[in-house]
């Protein structure tokens, strides 16, 4: 079984930064996909980046292409999402999901992702 926790996220002005974390305990593989998500009030999950625990896959959404890293700590267990430029539209609840069977073609789903951390609120302001 495996468990994700966030850490990260808060209130930011326009064009600042923020990074969060998810942590993965538990019995992880390098196919592993982990995702990036969004959840803005009434609209549904998106996707914004993924890699999988090797870190030799990356997809980062057209809307945060050149704003948004997402990189990989792998003696942690880490995947981190750093943000930098960020605008008011990127306010969402951020989710961080696993799949654990390293479907990378099917990471747009977000049915695929077994284990999903608790959710952090990013909210930006202009």
């Known amino acids: 079984q495996v468990q994700l926790e966030e850490f990260g996220g808060g209130l930011v002005q326009a064009g600042g930064s923020l990074r969060l974390s998810c942590k993965a305990s538990g019995p992880t593989n390098s196919n592993y996909v982990m995702g990036w998500f969004r959840q803005a009030p009434g609209r549904e999950r998106v996707l914004v980046a993924a890699n999988n625990l090797s870190g030799t896959n990356t997809y980062y959404a057209d809307s945060v292409k050149g704003r948004f890293t997402i990189s990989v700590d792998k003696a942690e267990n880490t995947v981190y999402l750093g943000m930098n430029s960020l605008r008011p539209e990127d306010t969402a609840l951020y989710y961080c999901?696993?799949?654990?069977?390293?479907?990378?073609?099917?990471?747009?789903?977000?049915?695929?992702?077994?284990?999903w951390g608790q959710g952090t609120q990013v909210t930006v302001s202009s």
């Open positions: 999901g696993l799949d654990a069977r390293g479907r990378w073609s099917q990471r747009y789903d977000s049915n695929i992702y077994w284990y």
